[in-house]
């Protein structure tokens, strides 16, 4: 079964650091991969998105992501956070074959930026 | 995109009762999904509502348990029933446009 593993529970960090969110995936065949944010009080919206071509995507609000298929890996990046990245951000994988509304998600990791 | 809206945005439930949840989309879309996501956990889908059909449910679901109806292109409900404090969660609609899921700002669900 597929299955999205999410490294960081809980990332606390100051406002200009980097930021590096870990996620790897359990599939073998063909994926289409997600980073979703959930920001307080408000709903699920897309970051990024991945479906294939060039492995390095880039997402709103100044973030990006890389796919490394040897490695199973969608780790999402920030060069430098801001206050209001305070959220919690959710990977999620998808096997395009099966049914399209059905995500698989990590567990979450809520980055909480210090100003 | 998509706009989704959820009635109600939360509520205490007493156990044993059930409650039934809405979702409004503001365009017509074949499919439409219902997630949860437990405390503390990550989202899981329970099932798939197209119009005109028996929504499909994934393993551990159960039409019993979670009845749905999707009487047109724009309009869905989840029912929990015979609520215990285990269905306590957050419930979200959501729907796909161009390989991308929206999802409603969710309904908080607490069962005592």
């Known amino acids: 079964a597929q299955s999205v593993s999410q490294h960081n529970h809980h990332v606390i960090l100051s406002e200009a650091a980097s930021l590096e969110l870990g996620c790897n995936y359990s599939y073998g065949g063909t994926v289409n991969l997600f980073w979703y944010v959930q920001y307080p009080g408000q709903h699920l919206q897309l970051l990024l998105k991945y479906f294939s071509g060039d492995p390095l995507v880039k997402g709103i609000k100044g973030f990006e992501a890389e796919f490394i298929k040897s490695k199973f890996s969608f780790n999402l990046r920030k060069p430098s956070v801001q206050w209001s990245d305070t959220a919690e951000y959710f990977c999620a994988v998808n096997a395009p074959s099966s049914n399209t509304g059905k995500l698989i998600f990590g567990q979450g990791t809520t980055l909480q930026v210090k100003p | 995109s998509a706009v989704i809206s959820q009635k109600p945005s939360r509520d205490i439930c007493q156990r044993g009762t059930s409650l039934t949840i809405q979702c409004q989309v503001d365009?017509?879309?074949?499919?439409m999904f219902w997630y949860r996501q437990q405390p503390g956990q990550s989202l899981t889908l329970i099932a798939t509502a197209n119009q005109g059909s028996e929504a499909t449910y994934e393993s551990g679901f159960v039409i019993d348990k979670f009845p749905i109806s999707r009487p047109n292109l724009t309009f869905s409900t989840l029912t929990v029933s015979n609520m215990s404090p285990e269905d306590s969660s957050i419930y979200l609609c959501s729907v796909e446009k161009g390989g991308e899921l929206f999802f409603g700002e969710g309904s908080r669900l607490t069962v005592l």
């Open positions: 365009s017509q879309v074949t499919m």
